[in-house]
């Protein structure tokens, strides 16, 4: 492959907006992958670009988004593997704490309720956390990213009632991990 | 709950979470929902996992800091490949990593002049991209101060005949998306669903209305495409105002989805159906677009909307190189009394 054949003005336009596009979704993706490594969240999604820049040739431009999140899974799965040799029980809550969860523009609500909702969304962003990995992809992809069950088929390289299966087993979990919060509504 | 011709709750409680993706087929979800109608335990196992999808829906997720692309391109023009781990794990889409060492600088030059005019396009600054003789082309010149604040360039490179295809195209894209969430979204709880079908709906109007900004002047529509068009952003229209009420029921998604499902128009459209008025040496896209929007930010939309998605597209074949230049300060107060 020859410099010139990855100048073509088009091709770089069409990487520009999948930079501008993907970004985001895949540090969200890494973050929520990572847990506890979720620092890391944000080199994962570079080093995913910046291999799709240096195969930009070999990827189709419709395959982009999959190949995307399955070099994204692939690196968080290396750092999770990784992490299994260090002793654990590091969690540092005060990033949690520190985490807004409440997305910008929400209308203001009372206090009251508001810490309410707050709580719940820390008890579930933690009950992902916990998840097994071969779970919590499926769910991330399919629940967060809005990615198809075909896609994440794709994705994740198993068959379509696995995909159907694990979500249904993630959220079965996630439930159970959300239950008090869950009956008081 | 037992019923001979209802299934059992067994069988609705591993549907659930497919019942919540709206994944069954017809007559499953109907068995489904009838179901639940008859049956409060597996209704109430139902609102919950709504509620949790809610709930996963509002976690908020940290977006990459300002300096994400610079640092992506700073390594990019250092020449940096994947790192090996990247492709270490088999898959279908993993090539052999391959590496350009020599030249990324260039390839990288023409990376950033890119962003550039993404970036001039989303905060007003100024840029140029040389083309491949390394000249600048010309930007319009125009009589209005206000006309020359909007976001355009010189299309000579682009293709007209696939612009307006690509045009056309990307509002039947839109319309298929809008339908596709619809069969989907029935089951999810009624606010949910109604933000969802509304977001579409909107790119959908908006695509729509370019269409009919452009038709007339750049391009003439054939008339059935044209009426087809109308009935979807109308069909789109009702889907936003009715998603606008406050109280979102499982009714009022129940209308919107019917509605949307029903007989629908065919907004596909060949290349040979669309004429071009205007072609060959830049299309005057500015001028019609300013003389027809109702307001300078629709105007402004319309451009960016434009450059975004169409003008990319609209190049693919073409071996000519793109020459532009943007100019965009802030865009001034050109507020027209409608059409």
Redesign the interface.
Known sequence: MTVSSIQSPVLLASYQRAVHEYADPLKAFAARMLAEDADWAEDVAQDALLALYRHLHDVPESAWRPWLYRVTRNLCLDRLRRRKHRPKNFRDYADDENRDPVPPGTPSIRPEVRAQEVEMQRDLARAIEELPPRFREVFLLCERQGISYEEASSILDIPLKTVSTRLFRARQRLLKAMATHLDDQ | MTNARMPSCRTIR?Q???A??G?LGRVESREFHQHLIACPACRAEYD??A???Q??G????????DD??E??LA??EAG????P?????P???A?R????A???A??AA??IS??LI?DGLKEGESTSLPDNNGEVASTFSNDADAIDALPVGNLDAVDPNRFGLEAVQRSQEFYEGLRSQAARVASHPPKFAMEKLAQQSQALIESIRFLDVIDGTLLELPGELRSNLRTAASKAKYVLATAEQQDASRDSVQRVVDELLREIPSLSASSRSIKIRLHGNGIDLQRIVTGRARSTDEAHRFMTYAW?HLV?RS??D?KN??RVQFTLPAVPNLQRNGR
Do not use: M
């Open positions: 591993s659930l979470s497919e919540l993706d994944r919950k996992l509620q949790l999808q709930l996963t509002s976690l908020r997720d940290e977006p990459v800091r994400f692309r640092r992506l390594r990019i940096e490949g994947a790192r781990e990247i492709l270490r794990h898959t279908s889409f090539h990593a391959k590496f350009f020599s030249g990324a260039t390839a023409l990376l890119f962003w993404v975004k990319p190049v693919r073409s190189s793109i």
